[in-house]
């Protein structure tokens, strides 16, 4: 994958485009970076045409100038399109990447083919009581982290990914984190219930690891029964399914992609 940089962004992403076929854009979890999709990248190069983005505050996406804001990242990916001439994608975002690439459908839904969400929730209809399930245990997280990233990594490893191949890779990645980049989480929230649901027009995969925590595995069921859309929730696997299950994960995918219309 070869390494570039955004004009006039903090943004650094990676592109693979060998195969000269349709593009599939990868948009990684939380305080990890692109390198979290290794294995998909082996899988799929020379397949479709490869696109990771590193989300700010995130790998080399860390030289923020005063503005530059986190819910940017949607038209910072839609600058990248118009640069390399990409008219559609399919989208791939694990959790907090399932995040961006649904309001990247909000705001460019012609640009988009597919979606694949794993251990995310629908950003359009998000039931905000949900959140408060998990609120104690992400606050002591966010503690762990003020003290130490070390520390917070060595905990993080654990809630993210089920094998220990997985979770020791989640930690190398984790460790790399910076403190000064949570302020640039804050506004995720500004991303959350800002767009009424409307009809989709491309094909959408959900998904999560049967080891997730039990109020993710709810949420993608329910989000899969009224969307009535694909959903998956895969053996043997944690939150970052990509990761714990890489081939299992790549089939699933690899299958869901075939039956997507081609590009528009």
Not at 212 to 234: F, Q
Request: aromatic share 12%.
């Amino acid at each position: 994958m070869e390494h570039l940089h955004l004009e006039h962004s903090p943004i650094a992403y990676y592109i693979d485009d060998t195969a000269n076929k349709e593009w599939l854009v990868f948009i990684h979890a939380a305080f990890v970076d692109h390198r979290m999709f290794a294995k998909q990248f082996e899988y799929f190069s020379g397949k479709y045409n490869l696109l990771a983005v590193d989300i700010l505050g995130h790998g080399n996406s860390v030289h923020a100038q005063k503005g530059d804001k986190i819910e940017m990242m949607s038209d910072w990916m839609n600058q990248i399109f118009e640069k390399h001439g990409i008219t559609a994608a399919h989208f791939v975002g694990v959790s907090l990447g399932s995040v961006f690439i649904q309001d990247f459908a909000n705001k460019y839904e012609n640009k988009v083919l597919s979606l694949t969400c794993f251990g995310g929730y629908d950003i359009n209809q998000f039931d905000v009581s949900k959140q408060k399930a998990n609120s104690k245990s992400q606050m002591k997280m966010m503690m762990k982290a003020m003290f130490s990233i070390k520390w917070f990594a060595k905990a993080n490893k654990k809630i993210s990914a089920y094998t220990s191949e997985a979770q020791e890779d989640f930690y190398r990645l984790n460790i790399q984190f910076k403190k000064s980049s949570f302020r640039h989480l804050a506004g995720l929230q500004k991303l959350v219930n800002q767009y009424s649901k409307k009809q989709r027009h491309y094909e959408l995969l959900i998904g999560c690891g049967e080891h997730d925590i039990p109020a993710e595995i709810e949420i993608v069921n329910e989000w899969a029964e009224y969307e009535h859309c694909d959903k998956i929730i895969m053996k043997g696997a944690g939150h970052c399914a990509n990761m714990d299950v890489p081939q299992a994960f790549n089939r699933c995918l690899e299958e869901f992609l075939k039956k997507c219309p081609a590009e528009k």
